[in-house]
């Protein structure tokens, strides 16, 4: 277990490191507080010291929201749409890596004995699980992201296509874009009542709409995380007697009527469990999705493929790619139905990819048993 280690008025202190996106545990480390300004704060980071935080808890936030600004300031970079995606990330990365050197101490009990802090606890509870009865120290943003992700988790999030709310656990991806649920809440099964497959569930809101439209389903997800909380979400729902969640790298066993894959739609690395659900690399995901498919419909079965266009529009896959694989797995296209973005990022101009967002179609592919492999 990392450690992390300071000195605090003549005194070593240590505490237990954990870091959500495996970042390693600082090796050099000074003690602020709210003398410390953004630009001293920027300074001390960019020279690869950590800031171990000792003032007041809201001028920490501030000062890791004052950071950001500051880091946001570097000039836009320039290319094409791909080189501006790969920038962007380099960029995200970057400033992820400098904010990160902001500290927190959690309590052996997950307190936070900070001036004005609040109780973060039930928070600490919900995302690291029981305290280990000693101190841990954790990034400022991350904490923060804790305490947000636990705000949406009690108060959950609307699904209109499914008329209840999800719960997300934190670092499971929350379905904030409606869109593509109401995809799979209107096209039409191919049997009833279909067995059928939601492969990469997270919050299981899509095994959900499926339940509710008189499926038998099984859901699947290979982080354990989304397993607990698609668990939950079908009890609260009400439909553990329809939907059967497992924890399994893509396919269970046996066969479907229907087969519905979201998988994350840009190829590239994630760099943490949450980023799991948007960065798949090397299409790997949507790739196994696709190849898998045949042996793993009943007759007459379908595979629905939920994918927007946006790596596309980003130059990072071309629709060419997409249909030479359905071909070559024995695929055929049955339909395929389209739904324009509604989530705030569509219409956010100081996004350097806002043209693309706002741009990006997400459509729904209905794929069925074809020709075999190579004949087309």
């Known amino acids: 277990m990392a450690t992390i280690s300071w000195s605090e008025n003549g005194s070593p202190k240590s505490a237990r490191w954990h870091s959500e996106n495996s970042a ?13 300004t953004a630009k001293a704060a920027h300074r001390t980071a960019e020279a690869g010291t950590a800031m171990l ?5 809201h001028a920490a936030r501030r000062l890791v929201q004052d950071l950001d600004r500051r880091l946001r300031r570097r000039p836009a970079p320039e290319g094409d749409t791909a080189s501006l995606f790969r920038a962007h990330r380099a960029a995200r990365a970057e400033r992820a890596e400098l904010l990160g050197r902001v500290l927190l101490v959690l309590e052996p009990d997950h307190a936070l004995a900070l001036q004005r802090a609040p109780d973060v606890r039930e928070a600490c509870l919900h995302a690291y699980g029981p305290p280990t009865g000693e101190p841990m120290c954790v990034s400022a943003p991350e904490l923060l992201g804790v305490i947000s992700a636990h705000q949406w988790h009690e108060k959950g999030v609307d699904v209109p296509a499914l008329g209840e709310r999800i719960h997300p656990d934190y670092g499971v991806f929350a379905p904030v874009r409606s869109e593509y649920v109401a995809l799979v809440a ?4 191919p049997a009833e009542p279909p067995v059928a497959f939601d492969l990469g569930t997270g919050t299981g809101v ?3 709409v499926l339940g509710r439209r008189g499926a038998r389903v099984v859901a699947t997800d290979i982080n354990p995380r989304a397993v607990v909380c698609a668990r939950a979400n079908i009890h609260r729902l009400g439909l553990a007697e329809r939907v059967t969640v497992e924890e399994a790298d893509l396919w269970p066993s046996g066969r479907a009527d229907v087969a519905v894959c979201n998988p994350p739609w840009i190829p590239a690395r994630p760099t943490s469990a949450l980023e799991l659900g948007v960065y798949d690399q ?4 949507l790739h196994r999705f696709i190849d898998g498919l045949r042996e793993h419909l009943n007759p007459g079965g379908q595979g629905w493929l939920v994918l927007s266009d946006l790596a596309e529009r980003l130059g990072l896959r071309t629709r060419a790619e997409l249909l030479d694989r359905i071909a070559a797995a024995g695929l055929d296209v049955r ?8 989530h705030p990022k569509a219409s956010d101009t100081t996004d350097p990819l806002h043209q693309a967002r706002r741009e990006e179609i997400t459509s729904l592919w209905r794929l069925s048993a074809g020709s075999p492999a190579g004949g087309r």
């Open 24 to 36: 390693p545990a600082p090796t050099s480390v000074v003690v602020v507080d709210d003398r410390t």
């Open 186 to 189: 209107e096209a039409p099964l």
């Open 282 to 285: 090397d299409s790997d995901m």
């Open 206 to 208: 899509l095994a959900a």
């Open 53 to 57: 935080w000792r003032g007041d808890f």
């Open 335 to 342: 339909a395929r139905y389209d739904t324009a973005p509604s």
